[in-house]
C-alpha cells in the first residue's frame, strides 16, 4: 500500500462442510415446520481451521518460521426461526428488544407510550421502566442495556437502542450484533430479537430487517480465536425473530443472509492471518478450496510465474521478484450450471500477502508494517464473494475472480527504484517508488480480466493512505468513470450497507505521472495520491470496458477491534446479483 499510514486513521449451502472446504457459515438444516408458525434455520459456522478441515497447505512455512500452526475449532451450530408469538410469552435466556428514540417516548406518569413496550413492562410490574430510566436508556444509537427482571418468560430483557431511524440497514444490523455481544457476556444458549414498533415497515423492510439481524448475529458471534492458546467456546445454539413474518420469503432471506455471512467471515479469517501463514502459495489453496467445494458452478486456474512469464506479466513478476515465496495468479471462475449467459463481469483483487515496502522500505511511525498482512484485503473480499455465490448460484452471469497473489519484500533479486518494467500490455513503467506496488500488481491483472472478455470489472485494493486520510476508516473511495456503473455498485452498497463515496478521476493530475524515459511512473506524490493511483489503473483497462476500482484501505481493518472486517464481500456479492438473472 502505498504512502504512509496515520496510526489513528484505521479505527474503527444446504449441505454440510466437506472436508476439503476452508471456512463455512451456511445452512446445514433447512427445515420448514409444518405445524407450528415459525420456520427453523440452523447455520453451522466453521473456521478456516476445523477438525475436519485440511489446514492451510504450506508445510515449509510451518517448518521455517515461528512453528505457528493455528488451533483446530469446534463448529458452532446456530438456529435461526421466525417466529409470530407474543413476546411475553418467549421463553429463553435474553429477550433483545430493538427501541427507536420515538419508541422511549413516556407519558405524565414517566410510562411507556409504545405498546409493546407497555405490555411488557405491566407484566414487570412497571420494573422495566424503572430500571431503564435508571440507566438513562433513551434509544439513540449504540445505547444497549441489559437487564435481570422477574416476570418474564426470558430470564433476561436486553433493550437496543435504534436511533431516530426506523428503516435502517445499519441499524438492524447493530442489533444482531448487540444481541449476540449479550449471549457473548450471559453464555447465553437461546435468545430472541423484537423490534419494539414495526408500524410503516412494510413486508419488504420486516424481510430486509429479518436479514439485517440475521447478519449481525452471525458476525457478532464469530471470533477469530485460531492463534490464541485459549478461548471460550460460543454458547449460542439458537436465535428466534420474533414479529417481522413467517414463511418462504423470509426464509429465503435468512438463507440468503447466512450465505453471504459465510464469504464476510471467509473474507475475515483470510486477512486476520498473519504472512508467515498466509502465502501467496496458501491463498492459492484456499482459492482451490473454494472452487473444489462449488465445482458444479467453480472452476481454478491457478499461474505459477513461468505461466505467467508467458503472458508478460512484466508489471507483477516485478513485484514478486524479491520474496523467497513465489507469486500465484489466482482465477476462479463462475458459470452457472444451466441457463444462458448474458453478462460477463469480473472481480479483481489487490493480493500482496505481506508489504515491506521493498526498498523503499516502510518506516517511522504510522506506517503500519506490521499490519500490513492485510494488504490482501481487496483479494479477500474477492475470494469471499466466490464461496458466497458458489452458495447462492446466481444464473445468467458468468463471473471471474482474479488475484495476482505475491509478498513485496527486500532482495537483491528485487526491483529497485528507478527500474523500468513493461506491463503485459505492453506499457513501461518507471518505478519511482517500491511501496507503490499495489497498483503494479494490479495492472496486470486487469489486462488479464479484459483478455477474458469480462464487460464490467470492479477491482478492490487496499491501495493508498491518502484514501484514509481523505475519508477515514469506515469509508471507501470509489474511482469510475461510468456513471451507470456507479449507480449499480452504490445501489448494491446501500442493500449490504457498506459506506463508499464517490471520488474524483481528475485527468489533468495524469501530468504528474509522466515519466521522462518511460510511458509512467508508478506514483505521483503525495498530493491527490488515491486519484493518481486510480488513474494508474485505468491505463491497463480496455475502453469498452466498464471499470471501477475501490480503495478499501480505511474499512479493511478495525483497530478498535485490531481484526478484519470482511469489508467488501457482501457489496460484490449483491451488485452480482444485481447482473444475474434470479
Known sequence: MAALRVSSALASSSTSCSSSSSFHCYP????????????????????????????????????????????????????????????????????????????????????????????????LSGLLSEASFEEDFSGKSGQSTVLRLPGLGSKRIALVGLGSLTSSTTAYRSLGEAAAAAAKSAQASNIAVALAS???????????????????????????????????????????????????????KIKHAADVCAGVILGRELVNAPANVLTPAVLAEEAKKIASTYNDVLSANILDVEQCTKL?????????????????????????????????????????????GGYNIKTGPGCSIELMKFDMGGAAAVLGAAKALGQIKPSGVEVHFIVAACENMISGTGMRPGDII????????????????????????????????????????????ACVVALGPSIAGIFTPSDDLAKEVVAASEVSGEKLWRMPMEESYWDNMKSGVADMVNTGGRQGGAITAALFLKQFVDEKVQWMHIDLAGPVWSDKKKNATGFGVSTLVEWVLKNSTN
Not at 432 to 437: G, H, K, L, P, S
Request: proline share 4%; hydrophobic share 40%.
Open 422 to 465: 513493461t506491463a503485459s500490455n505492453g506499457k513501461t513503467i518507471e518505478v519511482n517508488n517500491t511501496d507503490a506496488e499495489g497498483r503494479l500488481t494490479l495492472a496486470d491483472a486487469l489486462v488479464y480480466a479484459c483478455n477474458q472478455g469480462a464487460e464490467k470489472i470492479v477491482d478492490l485494493a487496499t491501495l493508498t493512505g
Open 312 to 356: 508478460k506479466m512484466g508489471s507483477y513478476l516485478a513485484v514478486a521478484a524479491a520474496s523467497a515465496n513465489p507469486a500465484h495468479f489466482i482465477h476462479l471462475c463462475y458459470k452457472p450450471s444451466s441457463g444462458e449467459i448474458k453478462k460477463k463481469i469480473a472481480l479483481v483483487g489487490k493480493g500482496l500477502t505481506f508489504d515491506s
Open 28 to 123: 446445514s438444516i433447512f427445515t420448514k415446520l409444518q405445524s407450528s408458525p415459525f420456520w427453523s434455520l440452523s447455520i453451522s459456522v466453521t473456521p478456516l481451521y476445523s477438525r475436519k478441515a485440511k489446514r492451510m497447505a504450506h508445510s515449509i512455512a510451518y517448518a521455517t518460521l515461528g512453528l505457528t500452526q493455528p488451533n483446530p475449532s469446534d463448529a458452532p451450530k446456530i438456529s435461526f426461526a421466525a417466529k409470530e408469538i407474543d413476546l411475553v410469552e418467549w421463553k429463553g435466556d435474553i429477550l433483545a428488544v430493538g427501541a427507536t428514540e420515538k419508541d422511549l417516548a413516556r407519558d405524565e406518569s414517566s410510562k411507556f407510550k409504545n405498546p409493546l413496550l407497555q405490555k411488557l413492562d405491566s407484566k
Open 198 to 252: 414495526t408500524d410503516g415497515l412494510s413486508t419488504e423492510s420486516k424481510l430486509s430487517s429479518a436479514s439485517a439481524i440475521t447478519t449481525g448475529a452471525l458476525l457478532g458471534i464469530f471470533e477469530d480465536n485460531r492463534f490464541k492458546s485459549e478461548s471460550k467456546k460460543p454458547t449460542l445454539k439458537s436465535l428466534d425473530i420474533l414479529g417481522l413474518g413467517t414463511g418462504t420469503e423470509i426464509e429465503k
